[in-house]
């Protein structure tokens, strides 16, 4: 049962998380990989897009997922996928630094949040939407390399595996958002 408090409970700890990574996020921006380029878009190079993006992502996945277990993993998710984005617009790479961590980071993070609430489904979902969504990117990347970059087949497993602990519908719309919007 959702209690009305619980988007306002959860959009706010998003927003302390938010006000605690967004500097982290913005240093690690700055240092992009060798061969970046920081002619992207205008708004991009303004200096406190990555906080305003990580801020943003944050606040609204709180008041998404609410006071519950899982908060902290979909909050790692908004502050990493805030600064790939950033770096990913910028010079059109997903640094290994950012993705491979992610990994067993989710992993620790949804393995806690079984703690506050036990539904092992949840967690063997999240884990196979999370295969099945690298694969489905892997596989487009061996056939049309040029469309897609090894870091977003990387990125498609985090991401496959957040969707996926929210249900199998979360997870589809995802996925068809990817080839509709990337």
Known sequence: VTRVSDPLVGGLIG????????PIVAVFV???????SLAGPWPLNFPKVPSLVTITA?????????????????????I????????DVRCKRLPNALTYPSYPALLVLFA???TGS??????????IAGVIFFGVFGLLWLIRPGDLGLGDVKLSGILGISLG??????????LISGFLLG
């Open 15 to 22: 927003a302390a998380a938010s006000l605690a990574a967004a």
């Open 30 to 36: 700055e240092r992009l990989p060798e061969r970046a």
């Open 58 to 78: 944050c606040i609204l996945l709180g008041i998404r997922i609410g006071p519950d277990s899982s908060l902290p993993a979909f909050l790692y998710v908004g």
């Open 80 to 87: 990493v996928g805030s600064a790939l984005a950033v770096i």
């Open 112 to 114: 806690l949040a079984l």
């Open 118 to 127: 036990p539904n092992q489904t949840d967690a063997m979902r999240a884990i």
């Open 165 to 174: 602990w929210l249900g199998w519908g979360s997870w589809f719309v995802g």
